[in-house]
């Protein structure tokens, strides 16, 4: 039965968050919505924190996911600064920092993800980062300096995204990876050899199979101790070693939790009027046959919409091939599908030096693409992936 009215209580006001509050409306969700968050301002988007943003020097801007006057227009209450500190979901309350306590009839848990803590010594040192937020990307930025020397650790998307924005702005840079290529967790060794081959051409020093051991300074970074036992000079250190899902709310209040919070394909979670989407969820995909966390845009996006759909009693599955994208230096890298458990890959030169496209194959089919500056073949590669073509029709 379609419902409209009450209460709905957004908990994170990131990409899912702000989504969702949108898709209410459009489904038709006549009642308050409240959009809570604990970081200032306006939901903004992550992706440029790495590339654009951090490249611009100088503060830094990020763009807004919705303006200021398209919440008002959609009277969507924004609660920015406030952090939800536990629910009550006998008597359908959120729990606020400030002890206030505020009555829901439907709530959604877009609480995202957090930078994963690296277990090393004075951690406390300034000049030493993560990057997931805006106020993040703007730390970073206020210690660039041109000549400073900057170590990233981990080499996975964002850590070689830094890696390519600092090396624009001038520093030296090194990344430290603990594995034998970059992105090794998610890519093929063809794809990491390109990056690593663009890395070594635009002068960053990538280390495998090292890890920082200590990170030494007074007060401020001074020098990382790698586990190879080399002691690196630095300004500044970014750990890009990957997020784990913010799911304390959830699993306090007794809802299923896993690698994230459990909930259906209408991203409903184990009570029927929670809902979760995003970063946080861990969601079945009945294209891929399993059930996974994801943490990209496109997931965020789609997955609150279902959930929206949920909230108004409506069932709207979420089940979509999952994409991606990153950008570094000027090479644009879209990726289709997910390669888990491919058996092979086919590489495809494309029309220029730098384009490339690395096949997933499973069982003689199309399981995922890595389309480098290939922008024509990702759009064909989307449809080889979603309609599992055979690797005949490549
Ligand atoms: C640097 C960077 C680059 C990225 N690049 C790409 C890219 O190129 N392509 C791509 O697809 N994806 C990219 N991503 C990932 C993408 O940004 C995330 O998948 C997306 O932001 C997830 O949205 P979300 O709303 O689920 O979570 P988030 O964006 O993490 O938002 C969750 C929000 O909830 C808030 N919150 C959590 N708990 C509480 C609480 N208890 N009370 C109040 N507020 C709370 C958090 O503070 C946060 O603001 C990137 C991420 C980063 C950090």
Known sequence: MKRTEG???IVGAGHAGAQLAFSLRREGWVGAILLIGEEPGL?????????AALKAAGTIQVPLIYSAAAYEKAAITRMPDVRVVALDRPRKRALLANGQALAYDKLALCTGARARELALPCRALAGVHDLRTAADARAISAEV???GRAVILGAGYIGLETAAALRGL????????????????VAAPETSAHFERLHAANGVDIRK???ARELLGTGHIAQVLCSDGTLLAAD????GIGVVPNMTLAQEAGLAVGDGILVDEFAQTSDPDIVAAGDCAFHPNALLGFSLRLESIPNAVEQAKSAAASICGERKAYC???WFWSDQYDNHLQIAGLNRGHDRVVVQAGDSDEALTVWYIKDERVLAADCINSPKQFVRAKKLVASRAPVVEL
Do not use: D, F, N, W
């Open 209 to 211: 199979h090292v890890q």
């Open 236 to 239: 500044l250190v970014v750990r």
């Open 43 to 51: 939901p903004y988007q992550r992706p440029p924190l790495s590339k």
């Open 320 to 322: 979509a091939i999952p």
């Open 170 to 185: 001038g520093m030296q840079v090194t990344v430290l990876e603990q594995g034998g290529r970059v992105l090794e967790r």
């Open 7 to 9: 209460v709905c209580i």
């Open 145 to 147: 300096r041109p000549g």
